[in-house]
């Protein structure tokens, strides 16, 4: 059963390239995994998040 409080998982650091999406797309996967819901929010304008999820 899911727990009713929600988790926020935030991925930051200042500097670009080192990862941040790429942890996200993964750690929600995996959440996944574990009968977790998962909601992603990408906020970047490069939309690269949005772009990895929407791949099928
Ligand atoms: N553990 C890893 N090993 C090798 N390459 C990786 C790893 N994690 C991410 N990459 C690669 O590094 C590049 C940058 O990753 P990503 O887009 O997730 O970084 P970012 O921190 O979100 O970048 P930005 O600051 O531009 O949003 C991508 O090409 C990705 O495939
Ligand atoms: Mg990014």
């Known amino acids: 059963m899911q727990d009713k ?3 926020i ?3 930051v650091n200042n500097k670009g390239g080192v990862g941040k999406s790429t942890i996200c797309v993964n750690l929600g ?9 998962v ?3 990408d906020l970047d ?3 690269n998040t ?4 929407m791949k099928t």
Do not use: M, P
């Open 29 to 37: 996967y995996a959440l996944t995994t574990l009968d977790r819901r």
């Open 5 to 7: 409080k929600g988790v």
């Open 45 to 47: 304008s490069q939309c």
């Open 9 to 11: 998982v935030a991925v």
């Open 50 to 53: 949005s772009k990895l999820l």
């Open 39 to 41: 909601l992603v929010v």
